[in-house]
């Protein structure tokens, strides 16, 4: 079975600190994916990456950033988080085929 | 850019029934998939069923159906004979088969009553 993991399940930030959601894939897949979950708006994508040291920004980049320095993971960055990023982060991976897989998502609430 | 509507924020259902999840999507591309995941409460999100839009057949996956109207540009998900374990957000999404980036819907939420 493919896996997708995030670092934590919930996680509470204050405003102006830096955040890491971290993401790890054990399928060797070259897709990687961080999306926003907001009630009533579905999931809108943040970033992508499609081989490790590429990204691709997504809908909503601002106040965001990511790395990739091996295959299997793909970082999420908050640099200075605000209290408008409170949401929910779900991480996907997808290889050659149409299927992408999820994470169980980390709930962020910044204070 | 592609959009994809889910009309019905909330939809409920008695066990054993059926229903049905409107999706429709905007686009000008001929070649793209089309899929229904679920998200339970648990929240890890899974693939319920897919659609490759050159196919006319419409899929199927056990009491999972969809009904594919490319020209309407509609792609609704029917479940068959209702179950408890059915209850949970169900989302819409769309990929172009040359794009990375899949656009979902806003989601229905599915209650499932004993």
């Known amino acids: ?81 605000s209290t408008n990023q409170t949401s929910m982060y779900l991480c996907a991976s997808r290889g050659m085929g149409y299927e992408q897989y999820f994470g169980p998502g980390t709930r962020l609430t910044v204070t | 850019a592609q959009t994809v509507t889910q009309s019905q924020p909330e939809m409920s259902v008695q066990e054993a029934e059926t229903v049905t999840l409107s999706c429709t999507y905007d686009t000008s591309e001929s070649d793209y998939y089309l899929f229904w995941y679920k998200q339970p409460p648990s929240r890890q999100m899974i693939l319920v069923i897919r659609q490759e839009a050159y196919k006319q057949q419409n899929a199927t996956e056990n009491r999972f159906s969809v009904n594919f109207q490319k020209a309407a540009k509609s792609f609704s998900l029917k479940i068959s004979d209702s179950q408890l374990g059915d209850a949970a957000m169900y989302f819409c999404a769309y990929r172009n088969y040359f794009n990375n980036d899949m656009r979902f819907g806003a989601g229905t939420r599915l209650t499932v009553k004993p």
């Not at chain 1, 070259?30 to 809908?59: A, C, H, T």
Request: hydrophobic share 30%; net charge neutral; charged share 35%.
């Open chain 1, 1 to 81: 079975d493919v896996k997708v993991t995030q670092s934590s399940r919930y996680l509470v930030k204050r405003t102006g600190e830096k955040v890491f959601l971290e993401c790890v894939q054990d399928m060797d897949h070259e897709n990687m994916f961080w999306y926003r979950q907001d009630p009533g708006l579905g999931l809108r994508l943040i970033y992508f990456s499609y081989d490790v040291k590429m990204k691709e920004k997504g809908d909503i980049p601002e106040g965001y950033s990511v790395s990739r320095e091996k295959k299997e993971r793909f970082s999420l960055i908050l640099e200075s988080a």
